[in-house]
C-alpha cells in the first residue's frame, strides 16, 4: 500500500509541474495515465464505478469528482486534483487542491485550513480512538471559521478495494463510531466549503458543487496505524519540491522504514 500510495504521490507532482493556464483538464489526466501505466501500475478510478478517467479533477466550486474535459485551466482557478493507483493489487487515493495563478486570499486561507485540518484528523487516527474523534477534530476546526463541511461525502477504509470500511466522515462526536485497531488503513479526506455546506449534483452523474457556488478545498492522505500510532502512506513531499514549497507539516507522522 505504501507503494502504492506513492505512486499516486509522483503522479500529482508530475501533474503539478504541468498546472498553467490554458492547459486543458482532459491533457492533464491524459498525462496522469501514461505516467502510472510508464511505472508499472493501473490507473486506479479508471473503470470503477464505470469513471471515464485517471484523475477527478474539480474547479472552483466543483467539490469532487469533476470528470476531466476539454476546458481549460484559467488564471484565478483552484483546482482539486484526485488520484487513484494500483499496484500488486493494492490501491492508492489520495488528493490535493493546486492554485493557479493569483487567487484571492479567502479561497487561499480555505485551502490552508483545509489542509490544516486534514492532519488534525489524522493525528487522532490512533488505535483505541474512534471514528468520531477524527471527524470532530474535522469539524470543529473548520466550522469555527463558518466553513461548510460536506456531509454526503466521506472518507474511507483503503486496501484491496479502493472503498472499504470503516468510513470516515469529516464530522462526528468524540468517543463516537468504529474503534481504531492495529493495522487499520484509511484515506482521510476534508471537503470544505467556504460557504454552505450543502452540495449539488450535476446530470453527468459525476460531478459535484456547492450549492452556492463558492469554492471548495479537498485534501487527502493514506493513513495507516503503526504500533499505535498514525503513519503516512502518501506525501505531498514530491508537489512539494515541484511547487518550491518547504514544509514540516508531515514531520509527526512520516512512514519510518
Known amino acids: 500500500m505504501r507503494r502504492a500510495a506513492l505512486m499516486v504521490s509522483k503522479t500529482l507532482a508530475m501533474v503539478a509541474a504541468e498546472i498553467k493556464p490554458g492547459v486543458t483538464t482532459l491533457h492533464l489526466d491524459t498525462l496522469a495515465e501514461a505516467f502510472i501505466r510508464d511505472h508499472g501500475a493501473l490507473p486506479g478510478f479508471k473503470g470503477l464505478y464505470d469513471c471515464p478517467s485517471t484523475l477527478l479533477i474539480s474547479p472552483n466550486e466543483e467539490v469532487v469528482h469533476g470528470i476531466p474535459k476539454n476546458v481549460a485551466v484559467k488564471e484565478g ?48 487516527f490512533r488505535t483505541g480512538n474512534r471514528v468520531g474523534d477524527v471527524g470532530y477534530a474535522i469539524q470543529n476546526y473548520c466550522e469555527s471559521f463558518g466553513y461548510g463541511v460536506v456531509r454526503e461525502l466521506v ?17 462526528g462526536k468524540r468517543g463516537r463510531g468504529k474503534k481504531f485497531i492495529e493495522g487499520m488503513t484509511v484515506a482521510i479526506e476534508p471537503m470544505i466549503n467556504l460557504g454552505t455546506k450543502d452540495i449539488k449534483h450535476y446530470p453527468d452523474g459525476w460531478t459535484i458543487k456547492t450549492k452556492d457556488f463558492k469554492p471548495s478545498a479537498h485534501f487527502e492522505h493514506n493513513v495507516a496505524i503503526i504500533n499505535g500510532e498514525p503513519r503516512l502512506l502518501s506525501t505531498f513531499d514530491y508537489i512539494y519540491e515541484v511547487l518550491g514549497i518547504t514544509s514540516k507539516e508531515e514531520d509527526p507522522y512520516r512512514w519510518k522504514d
Open 155 to 171: 472518507g474511507h477504509g483503503l486496501g484491496r478495494v479502493m472503498h472499504e470500511d470503516p468510513q470516515m466522515p469529516n464530522y
Open 77 to 124: 482557478d483552484v483546482l482539486s486534483i484526485d488520484c487513484g493507483a494500483i499496484v500488486d493489487g493494492f490501491y492508492g487515493d489520495h488528493a490535493y487542491t493546486f492554485t493557479v495563478g493569483d487567487v484571492p486570499q479567502e479561497t487561499l486561507d480555505l485551502l490552508d485550513r483545509t489542509k490544516k485540518s486534514l492532519y488534525l484528523g489524522i493525528e487522532q
